[in-house]
């Protein structure tokens, strides 16, 4: 039923909880699992409101990367006993757009993600990403609380 399944993960108690919940449906149909982790570069935060020159911008980048690099590190020490295929990956833009344009071009069954992220005020005010991909994307979202 579930041959690809995606699960983005950034290091909150809910994506953990929702790459468990991953494991065990791709366990039962021996689905690949596509781990993602979705950096919203500074320079695309509709929040930010304060002026930054490029140089702040791609260290304050650079930093987001070596952080979802070690997100996904944390992933792959989790999957380390899962039995079928596992891919891992860092998307770059807005985390709900990415996560549904992932599953698209991956061709994705199912999208398994926790209910509430790191957003923190970003997500007040942005709506939640796990609402969003629920609501767009064009496969089955299960979402972990």
Known sequence: MFKKILVPVDGSEGSWRALEHAVALGEKFESEID?????????????LAVPLDQSTYRQ?????EKIGDKVLEMAEEKMANYPHKVEYSIELGHPSERIIAFAKNAQ??????????LSG?????????????????GVPVLIVK
């Open 35 to 47: 781990v993602i982790n979705v950096i919203q570069p500074y320079n695309n935060v509709a929040l």
């Open 60 to 64: 304050n980048n650079s930093e987001m």
């Open 108 to 117: 994705c069954d199912a999208i398994v993600l926790g209910s509430r992220g």
């Open 121 to 137: 005020i970003a997500e007040f005010f942005l709506g939640s990403v796990s609402s969003k991909v629920a609501q767009y994307a």
